[in-house]
């Protein structure tokens, strides 16, 4: 994360990203948590970084590519997003 925040840095411009949907961010539900990428932008900004932008996963038309779980549909990528927003 330090290069990306150096390099935002460098060509005065800010950092854009998705975060991982794969199984080591899932509950034993299989529902989507926000750990992981709390504790990414936490450190971000605790080392002078900022995010101008995330999205929840990228090609969410194409879910198993990014790691989301084989049955993937429509209504779990509705359920995940929703927790994906900030409270």
């Known amino acids: 994360m330090e290069g990306r925040v150096d390099f935002a840095h460098a060509v005065d411009d ?3 990203t998705s975060f991982a949907v794969s199984a080591g961010t899932r509950a034993n539900d299989e529902a989507w948590t926000s750990s992981q990428a ?3 932008v936490d450190y971000t900004r605790s080392i002078g970084g900022h995010l101008a932008a995330a999205e929840f996963m990228n090609e ?3 879910p198993v590519i ?3 779980p084989a049955d ?3 209504a779990a990528f509705a359920r995940d997003a929703n927790s994906s927003r900030p409270s």
Do not use: H, L, M, N
Request: aromatic share 14%; proline share 7%.
């Open 14 to 16: 800010e950092i854009v």
């Open 38 to 40: 709390k504790e990414s």
């Open 60 to 62: 969410p038309t194409f």
């Open 66 to 68: 990014g790691g989301a």
């Open 72 to 74: 993937y549909d429509a």
